[in-house]
């Protein structure tokens, strides 16, 4: 089977890595000339827009996946009159816009932050006196590892806010005062068989992610759970799914979703008996799921900008180093470790020597 894939990043690559021991070729559309992907397949330079390309895309291969959510629901749209296309357009046009995203948790009886659409400065200051300070405002669509927001504290803030984020139409989020940061990779299949990995907590540092440690036995694991199939099967959802929550008052309010493999369930690859990514193309090439149980205590550590060393990460014990093959820039993601370690008093150690390396570099 040969599998499309709208994006050539390293989730592209991620899958192919997975996909290569089931017998699964790889075709990737991407406009960089540089995507690190394209060892891994035929690599179709154009934009994701190119119709001509995308219709030799379809022609090519059996089914066709994306590796993220800034592909236009348009572009999916079309393929999908020519080759099976998972997930379907519908889950990426609402997981693409917060305000459609909002829309359907609060649907769906989900608990959210209290949330506006904002589509001039207008609109935010009315928003901002029901809401309440401090809030969040996002552009409602293509933000991302901290892009594309910024959170009021004052009503010096809020002046001029519109026009700073590109008076674009955005989204304000009252303020959430959580005590942590949970993510739940789920993956749907074809036949709606739907399985669960661990909740994850979840570490930002400037709006990007820098460390999750996969737990056991969460109190909420059923209530993500939960609010999780709510959403996979309003969406008649095929492949893996990420729905980062945050933890409050003994319960969940969802962030937002993400239709894809996820930054946040990256430990799979070593510290589960199925990780995400085969998991994913299981799903979308109608092939049985795989196992989600955990295999020891798992973390990953995202390497931001640069990779250390590479003999100096491997020297570690219980340590896995995923270089992803990109030029090293500032404030990218260009690599990650992972760790598996027999119990969580190492997993802890081990996670302090991977960060005072990543500090060092």
């Not at 008052?249 to 990514?277: M, Y």
Request: negative net charge; glycine residues 8%.
């Amino acid at each position: 089977m040969k599998i499309g894939v709208i994006g050539g990043g390293q989730l592209g690559r991620m899958l192919a890595l997975a996909g290569t021991p089931l017998g699964q070729q790889f075709a990737f559309l991407d406009p960089a000339p540089d995507a690190c992907a394209q060892a891994l397949g035929e690599h179709i330079r154009a934009d994701y827009s190119d119709r001509d390309h995308l219709r030799q895309l379809a022609d090519e291969v059996d089914v066709v996946t994306f590796e993220f959510e800034s592909v236009p629901a348009d572009t999916v749209a079309f393929l999908s009159q020519f080759v099976p296309v998972y997930p379907n357009a519908e889950s990426l046009r609402i997981a693409r816009d917060r305000w459609f995203e909002k829309s359907m948790f609060q649907e769906l009886g989900i608990p959210t932050p209290e949330f506006a659409d904002i589509q001039s400065q207008e609109n935010l200051d009315l928003a901002v006196k029901r809401i309440g300070l401090p809030a969040v405002m996002k552009t409602r669509t293509l933000g991302y590892d901290g892009k594309g927001q910024k959170v009021l504290r004052t009503p010096e803030d809020v002046h001029g806010a519109f026009a700073e984020l590109g008076n674009v139409p955005c989204l304000l989020e009252g303020f959430v005062p959580f005590t942590g940061e949970v993510s739940l990779i789920a993956v749907r299949a074809q036949d709606s068989q739907t399985r669960f990995y661990p909740l994850v907590h979840n570490t930002h540092d400037q709006g990007i992610l820098r460390l999750s440690v996969a737990s056991s036995a969460h109190p909420m694991q059923a209530l993500a759970e939960d609010y999780a199939s709510r959403v996979l099967d309003k969406l008649g959802y095929v492949g893996v799914l990420a729905f980062e929550f945050f933890e409050i008052d003994g319960g969940l309010k969802a962030n937002e979703i993400a239709p894809r493999v996820h930054n946040s369930g990256h430990w799979t690859i070593e510290g589960a008996e199925c990780s995400q990514f085969e998991n994913h193309l299981r799903a979308i090439a109608g092939l049985p799921l795989g196992s989600t149980a955990k295999v020891g205590e798992s973390a990953m550590l995202n390497f931001i900008g640069a990779v250390p060393p590479v003999a100096e990460v491997a020297a570690i014990d219980d340590c896995h180093v995923h270089h992803y093959g990109k030029a090293f820039k500032a404030g990218r993601k260009v690599g990650h470790a992972t760790l598996r370690c027999a119990d969580s008093a190492t997993l802890q150690a081990r996670i302090a020597d991977v960060q005072a390396l990543i500090d060092r570099h």
